[in-house]
T-cell receptor, first 115, second 112 residues
């Protein structure tokens, strides 16, 4: 149990294009999901908190118009990187909490490379 | 906000030895302290967690201790094996349902 999946696992795109990353809780429902970004050899940095049925909460310094988050159901949250640029190249990881303890389990991550 | 510091940044041990990783946190409101193992190119995997009402928790070769007064918690891995080699992250949050504040990670290498 407590499996979180992400799709795609890896994506390469041209500068200026938009990329959508999906995060799914496979065997449980998640009211809240979190999106993190991790640069090489660095720690995970929280980007935003995604709540089902409401607007996401973004961390300071994260542009909400650039990183669009949609949490349309209790098992799916999506992160869209709009007009991606090379500096957006990173490892994007989502996590979801499991009731009732809300322990967070992470997805396998999505490697984004913007050329 | 919460600030989590983690030491050491790298740790090399011989197979069979113990490994200890230490973290400190700043926010006295933090009550939940998980540890994650991350292998190259993969997402973090929860290996053990502890809540503030407990001082120690053990799961086979892995144990975590928590000192709320001193605001520090530690991960102990005994009888290390080469497959334990990975980056380990500590984290803290006010509750298990909140976003996590991560330490900078410890790269553990277990040599045969």
């Amino acid at each position: 149990g407590a499996v979180v999946s992400q799709h795609p696992s890896r994506v390469i795109c041209k500068s200026g294009t938009s990329v959508k990353i999906e995060c799914r809780s496979l065997d449980f429902q998640a009211t809240t999901m979190f999106w993190y970004r991790q640069f090489p050899k660095q720690s995970l940095m929280l980007m935003a908190t995604s709540n089902e049925g409401s607007k996401a909460t973004y961390e300071q310094g994260v542009e909400k118009d650039k990183f669009l988050i949609n949490h349309a159901s209790l098992t799916l949250s999506t992160l869209t990187v709009t007009s991606a640029h090379p500096e957006d190249s990173s490892f994007y990881i989502c996590s979801a909490g499991v009731d009732p303890e809300e322990t967070q389990y992470f997805g396998p991550g999505t490697r984004l490379l913007v050329l | 906000g919460e600030n989590v510091e983690q030491h050491p940044s790298t740790l090399s041990v011989q197979e069979g030895d113990s490994a200890v990783i230490k973290c400190t946190y700043s926010d006295s409101a933090s009550n939940y302290f998980p540890w994650y193992k991350q292998e190259l190119g993969k997402g973090p995997q929860l290996i053990i967690d502890i809540r503030s009402n407990v001082g120690e928790k053990k799961d086979q070769r892995i144990a975590v201790t928590l000192n709320k007064t001193a605001k520090h918690f530690s991960l102990h891995i005994t009888e290390t094996q080469p497959e334990d080699s990975a980056v380990y992250f500590c984290a803290a949050s006010p509750n298990s349902g909140y976003a996590l504040n991560f330490g900078k990670g410890t790269s553990l290498l277990v040599t045969p």
